[in-house]
């Protein structure tokens, strides 16, 4: 029977230390970077949600929809700050379909 020299089970730990970390990091940073961008949203359209859906749970599709019914009715900060979500998104929120 053939051992495995203690400095090579030593480098095989770290990699997979390594790739454990690098997991980790990876799955932390998708919702953090999620956040981030429906924060633009919040701040760009939160106005605008108070002025027309104050009535509305914001966090339904109920939501959606009256922001989506008085879509012509947004400020100019909304509208940017939607139009910048769907280019990273690559959705179409404002389109009239």
Do not use: W
Request: glycine letters at 8%; a positive charge.
């Amino acid at each position: 029977m053939r051992l495995v020299p203690e400095r090579t089970l030593h480098a095989y730990r770290r990699r997979g230390l390594a790739a454990a970390a690098l997991a980790l990091v990876t799955l932390a940073a998708g919702p953090a970077y999620a956040q981030r961008e429906d924060q633009g949203l919040q701040l760009g359209c939160a106005n605008d949600y108070f002025r027309l859906c104050a009535g509305v749970d914001p966090n339904s599709q109920d939501a959606d929809k009256c922001m989506m019914r008085n879509r012509k009715r947004l400020s100019p900060e909304c509208r940017s700050a939607i139009g910048d979500y769907d280019k990273r998104t690559g959705s179409k929120s404002l389109s009239d379909d």
